[in-house]
């Protein structure tokens, strides 16, 4: 038995220094490589600084709605649901956003409603949604902000991103800078009295 101590402790003090020291210091320095230095990407505004690879919350008329979250879009606890497809509650859940979606958009149908506007992505982060879920929220915006049809349709354009090396993944818009990008254009058409 006292044969098998020194190694398992010289083993012990082997894996401590590999694993709370080296590897820990190697991603550190890999992440100072990245933008942000490992931060992660802000975006700034005149009074609040976001991540910009986390969604926020919008539930007004007067902006365009993020994906749904399963936890409030607090990054310290990301996650789903965890329920199938088929589970009652999960059903119910979906059925309910539905809903609501539909109520505040009576110029859509059932049919119309992208699925990531009404169901949550697996992080409960996403700070994107599909160009058609931006899309058919442009009438509801339309008639809230006084904006053309028009006008809201080329602003999305412009803030459409393109698939991962124009090859994976959909084009998407970001929630967030596509509201800043709103707020901007309702304040040339003479001010904003949305909120």
């Known amino acids: 038995m006292k044969k098998h101590i020194l190694p398992a402790i010289k083993l012990s003090l082997v894996c401590l220094v590999l694993f709370i020291l080296i590897y820990p210091g190697m991603l550190w320095a890999i992440s100072q490589l990245a933008p942000g230095k490992g931060e992660g990407k802000t975006l700034e505004t005149d009074s609040h600084v976001y991540y910009e690879q986390v969604g926020q919350a919008f539930s007004s008329d007067a902006y365009f709605w993020s994906r749904p979250s399963q936890v409030n879009y607090n990054a310290a606890g990301s996650g789903a649901s965890n ?11 979906v059925e309910e956003r539905l809903n609501h979606f539909l109520e505040r958009n009576p110029a859509v149908s059932r049919d119309q409603v992208p699925v990531d506007l009404i169901t949550a992505s697996g992080s409960g982060l996403d700070p994107h949604i599909s160009l058609a879920a931006a899309r058919v929220q442009i009438p509801r915006l339309a008639a809230t902000r006084g904006i053309s049809i028009l006008a809201l349709e080329k602003l999305v354009d412009e803030q459409k991103e393109s698939a991962l090396w124009g090859l994976f993944g959909p084009e998407k818009v ?11 254009l309702t304040e040339k058409k003479g001010g904003n009295d949305h909120e």
């Open 174 to 184: 970001h929630v967030l800078k596509l509201n800043l990008a709103l707020d901007k």
């Open 83 to 93: 329920l199938a497809t088929s589970n009652p509650t999960y059903l119910k859940t």
